[in-house]
Protein backbone atom coordinates (compact mmCIF):
# COMPACT_ATOMS: atom_id res chain seq x y z
CA UNK A 1 0.00 0.00 0.00
CA UNK A 2 1.67 3.15 -1.35
CA UNK A 3 1.56 6.45 0.53
CA UNK A 4 1.15 10.00 -1.31
CA UNK A 5 3.29 11.17 0.65
CA UNK A 6 5.34 9.06 2.04
CA UNK A 7 5.96 6.98 -1.52
CA UNK A 8 6.30 3.18 -2.16
CA UNK A 9 5.69 0.63 1.25
CA UNK A 10 8.91 -0.95 1.77
CA UNK A 11 7.76 -3.34 4.59
CA UNK A 12 4.96 -3.49 7.29
CA UNK A 13 4.93 -5.24 10.04
CA UNK A 14 2.42 -6.53 12.58
CA UNK A 15 2.87 -6.05 16.56
CA UNK A 16 0.41 -7.26 19.46
CA UNK A 17 -0.71 -3.69 20.22
CA UNK A 18 0.22 -3.13 23.85
CA UNK A 19 -3.59 -1.02 24.30
CA UNK A 20 -4.89 -4.34 24.88
CA UNK A 21 -2.57 -5.74 27.45
CA UNK A 22 -2.79 -2.78 29.23
CA UNK A 23 -5.95 -3.36 29.69
CA UNK A 24 -6.82 -7.19 29.55
CA UNK A 25 -3.63 -7.74 32.02
CA UNK A 26 -4.64 -5.39 35.22
CA UNK A 27 -8.52 -7.13 34.39
CA UNK A 28 -7.05 -10.68 34.50
CA UNK A 29 -5.53 -9.18 37.73
CA UNK A 30 -8.68 -7.68 39.39
CA UNK A 31 -10.57 -11.10 38.67
CA UNK A 32 -8.12 -13.28 39.65
CA UNK A 33 -7.73 -11.13 42.99
CA UNK A 34 -12.01 -10.64 43.74
CA UNK A 35 -12.09 -14.69 42.90
CA UNK A 36 -9.57 -15.15 45.90
CA UNK A 37 -11.98 -13.37 48.42
CA UNK A 38 -14.95 -14.88 47.58
CA UNK A 39 -13.11 -18.21 48.48
CA UNK A 40 -11.98 -17.00 51.24
CA UNK A 41 -14.70 -15.53 53.11
CA UNK A 42 -17.28 -18.07 51.75
CA UNK A 43 -16.22 -21.95 50.38
CA UNK A 44 -19.71 -21.83 48.89
CA UNK A 45 -18.75 -19.13 46.63
CA UNK A 46 -16.40 -21.79 44.70
CA UNK A 47 -18.41 -21.78 41.75
CA UNK A 48 -17.95 -18.14 41.35
CA UNK A 49 -14.55 -17.63 41.79
CA UNK A 50 -14.06 -20.56 39.31
CA UNK A 51 -16.07 -18.22 36.69
CA UNK A 52 -13.85 -15.39 37.89
CA UNK A 53 -10.21 -17.20 37.54
CA UNK A 54 -11.81 -18.48 33.80
CA UNK A 55 -12.68 -14.64 32.98
CA UNK A 56 -9.27 -13.81 34.36
CA UNK A 57 -7.36 -16.61 32.13
CA UNK A 58 -9.11 -15.34 29.13
CA UNK A 59 -7.78 -11.49 29.95
CA UNK A 60 -4.08 -12.89 29.77
CA UNK A 61 -4.60 -14.32 26.23
CA UNK A 62 -7.24 -12.39 24.41
CA UNK A 63 -5.10 -9.24 23.58
CA UNK A 64 -2.58 -11.33 21.48
CA UNK A 65 -5.54 -12.04 19.40
CA UNK A 66 -7.01 -8.58 19.58
CA UNK A 67 -6.49 -6.07 16.22
CA UNK A 68 -2.64 -5.97 15.90
CA UNK A 69 -0.59 -2.85 15.28
CA UNK A 70 0.50 -2.52 12.16
CA UNK A 71 4.21 -0.39 11.19
CA UNK A 72 4.52 0.38 7.76
CA UNK A 73 7.92 1.85 6.28
CA UNK A 74 7.99 3.67 3.41
CA UNK A 75 10.18 5.21 1.26
CA UNK A 76 10.16 8.62 3.29
CA UNK A 77 8.25 7.94 6.49
CA UNK A 78 6.80 5.54 9.03
CA UNK A 79 3.01 5.19 9.31
CA UNK A 80 2.19 3.58 13.03
CA UNK A 81 -1.49 2.40 12.61
CA UNK A 82 -2.67 0.99 16.17
CA UNK A 83 -6.45 0.31 17.90
CA UNK A 84 -8.05 2.83 19.33
CA UNK A 85 -6.06 5.80 18.54
CA UNK A 86 -5.05 7.75 15.15
CA UNK A 87 -2.39 6.86 13.17
CA UNK A 88 1.38 8.70 13.94
CA UNK A 89 2.85 9.39 10.86
CA UNK A 90 6.46 10.27 11.05
CA UNK A 91 8.50 11.87 8.00
CA UNK A 92 12.20 10.69 8.28
CA UNK A 93 13.39 14.19 7.67
CA UNK A 94 11.69 15.07 10.83
CA UNK A 95 13.61 12.24 13.16
CA UNK A 96 15.43 14.17 15.90
CA UNK A 97 16.66 11.06 17.06
CA UNK A 98 17.16 7.27 16.31
CA UNK A 99 18.02 4.82 18.14
CA UNK A 100 19.10 1.13 16.22
CA UNK A 101 20.27 -1.46 18.19
CA UNK A 102 20.58 -5.12 16.34
CA UNK A 103 21.22 -7.92 18.64
CA UNK A 104 22.16 -11.77 16.84
CA UNK A 105 21.35 -14.27 19.07
CA UNK A 106 21.84 -17.92 18.35
CA UNK A 107 18.73 -17.91 15.93
CA UNK A 108 17.74 -15.02 13.81
CA UNK A 109 17.93 -11.16 14.29
CA UNK A 110 16.32 -8.97 16.51
CA UNK A 111 16.29 -5.00 16.02
CA UNK A 112 15.39 -2.93 18.67
CA UNK A 113 14.57 0.42 17.68
CA UNK A 114 13.24 4.09 18.78
CA UNK A 115 12.56 7.31 16.29
CA UNK A 116 11.94 10.48 17.79
CA UNK A 117 10.27 13.52 16.23
CA UNK A 118 8.09 15.29 15.34
CA UNK A 119 6.86 14.88 18.94
CA UNK A 120 6.33 11.89 18.82
CA UNK A 121 8.37 8.78 19.73
CA UNK A 122 8.31 5.32 17.98
CA UNK A 123 9.22 2.36 19.51
CA UNK A 124 9.65 -0.93 17.33
CA UNK A 125 11.28 -3.99 18.24
CA UNK A 126 11.38 -6.52 14.73
CA UNK A 127 12.58 -10.35 14.96
CA UNK A 128 13.71 -11.92 11.48
CA UNK A 129 16.01 -14.56 10.24
CA UNK A 130 19.42 -13.47 9.43
CA UNK A 131 20.30 -12.01 6.15
CA UNK A 132 17.09 -13.09 5.03
CA UNK A 133 14.77 -10.03 2.94
CA UNK A 134 13.74 -8.47 5.78
CA UNK A 135 16.53 -7.77 7.18
CA UNK A 136 17.79 -6.29 4.01
CA UNK A 137 14.84 -3.94 3.54
CA UNK A 138 14.81 -2.94 7.01
CA UNK A 139 18.84 -1.78 6.63
CA UNK A 140 17.40 0.02 3.48
CA UNK A 141 14.73 1.91 6.05
CA UNK A 142 17.71 2.36 8.07
CA UNK A 143 19.33 4.63 5.74
CA UNK A 144 17.07 6.14 4.17
CA UNK A 145 16.46 7.80 8.03
CA UNK A 146 19.83 8.39 8.25
CA UNK A 147 20.27 9.94 4.58
CA UNK A 148 17.34 12.33 6.11
CA UNK A 149 18.85 13.38 8.81
CA UNK A 150 22.44 13.59 7.80
CA UNK A 151 21.71 17.35 6.22
CA UNK A 152 20.49 18.62 9.13
CA UNK A 153 23.46 17.29 11.48
CA UNK A 154 26.18 18.69 8.50
CA UNK A 155 24.85 22.19 9.39
CA UNK A 156 25.14 21.81 12.99
CA UNK A 157 28.95 21.06 11.98
CA UNK A 158 29.01 23.97 10.03
CA UNK A 159 27.62 26.08 12.04
CA UNK A 160 31.12 25.17 14.40
CA UNK A 161 28.45 23.88 16.81
CA UNK A 162 30.17 20.32 17.68
CA UNK A 163 28.27 16.86 17.16
CA UNK A 164 29.06 14.06 19.69
CA UNK A 165 29.37 10.59 17.84
CA UNK A 166 28.70 8.14 20.47
CA UNK A 167 28.99 9.09 24.05
CA UNK A 168 32.37 10.00 26.83
CA UNK A 169 32.45 6.56 27.52
CA UNK A 170 33.02 5.46 24.38
CA UNK A 171 36.16 8.42 23.72
CA UNK A 172 33.95 11.45 23.62
CA UNK A 173 34.54 11.70 19.89
CA UNK A 174 33.38 15.03 18.33
CA UNK A 175 32.60 15.80 14.50
CA UNK A 176 33.88 19.59 14.32
CA UNK A 177 34.12 21.81 11.45
CA UNK A 178 37.71 21.84 11.22
CA UNK A 179 37.93 17.99 12.02
CA UNK A 180 37.40 15.39 14.59
CA UNK A 181 38.07 15.30 18.05
CA UNK A 182 38.48 12.18 20.42
CA UNK A 183 39.68 10.98 23.90
CA UNK A 184 41.97 7.70 23.07
CA UNK A 185 40.71 4.63 25.81
CA UNK A 186 43.39 2.98 27.23
CA UNK A 187 43.53 -0.11 30.09
CA UNK A 188 43.60 2.69 32.62
CA UNK A 189 40.58 4.93 31.42
CA UNK A 190 40.99 8.12 28.47
CA UNK A 191 43.81 9.96 28.03
CA UNK A 192 43.60 13.65 26.59
CA UNK A 193 41.53 14.77 23.74
CA UNK A 194 42.93 14.61 20.85
CA UNK A 195 42.16 16.74 17.17
CA UNK A 196 43.05 14.96 13.70
CA UNK A 197 42.19 18.22 11.03
CA UNK A 198 39.80 16.76 8.19
CA UNK A 199 42.75 16.87 5.62
CA UNK A 200 44.25 13.51 7.25
CA UNK A 201 43.05 10.64 5.35
CA UNK A 202 40.96 8.11 7.43
CA UNK A 203 40.32 4.16 7.08
CA UNK A 204 37.55 2.37 9.10
CA UNK A 205 35.88 -1.10 8.93
CA UNK A 206 33.07 -2.63 10.39
CA UNK A 207 33.44 -5.39 13.09
CA UNK A 208 30.60 -7.61 15.28
CA UNK A 209 28.70 -4.50 15.63
CA UNK A 210 31.33 -1.34 16.19
CA UNK A 211 33.12 0.87 13.94
CA UNK A 212 36.96 1.06 14.07
CA UNK A 213 38.56 4.10 12.83
CA UNK A 214 42.28 4.98 12.07
CA UNK A 215 44.69 6.97 9.99
CA UNK A 216 45.64 5.51 6.61
CA UNK A 217 48.47 3.57 6.83
CA UNK A 218 48.51 2.76 10.08
CA UNK A 219 47.46 -0.09 12.29
CA UNK A 220 45.77 0.94 15.92
CA UNK A 221 42.64 2.42 15.83
CA UNK A 222 42.02 6.07 16.65
CA UNK A 223 38.72 5.06 18.54
CA UNK A 224 36.06 2.58 18.22
CA UNK A 225 32.57 3.05 18.07
CA UNK A 226 29.02 0.45 18.95
CA UNK A 227 26.71 0.67 15.72
CA UNK A 228 24.37 0.65 18.22
CA UNK A 229 24.85 4.60 19.70
CA UNK A 230 22.37 7.19 19.50
CA UNK A 231 22.72 8.31 15.61
CA UNK A 232 25.39 6.52 15.20
CA UNK A 233 24.33 5.94 11.40
CA UNK A 234 23.69 9.95 10.18
CA UNK A 235 26.69 10.88 12.20
CA UNK A 236 28.98 8.29 9.96
CA UNK A 237 27.03 9.87 6.91
CA UNK A 238 28.16 13.75 8.21
CA UNK A 239 32.24 11.81 9.24
CA UNK A 240 32.62 10.12 5.71
CA UNK A 241 31.00 13.79 4.04
CA UNK A 242 33.57 15.73 5.65
CA UNK A 243 36.45 13.61 5.79
CA UNK A 244 38.89 11.40 3.15
CA UNK A 245 37.62 8.89 4.16
CA UNK A 246 37.53 4.96 2.70
CA UNK A 247 36.76 1.53 4.25
CA UNK A 248 40.06 -0.98 4.79
CA UNK A 249 39.99 -3.55 1.89
Known amino acids: ?37 LLNQDAANVTVAAVLWAAAGLCLFVPILMPARRLRFHEAGLVDVAPLRAPARLPYARVERMDWEVFKPRVGVTLRAR ?47 P ?21 PVGFLGKGEQRFVPWSTPFEYVFRSGFLAVRRAGTTEALFTLPCTASDFFPCFLVFTHLGQVRPIA
Open 1 to 37: MDDPEFGALLLERKNAAGVWFAIGWPLAAVLGGVGAL
Open 115 to 161: LVGGGRKIDFMVRMDTGGRTEQTLERVRDAIASSMAPGLLARVQRDE
Open 163 to 183: LPWGTARHGGVELRREGLAYR
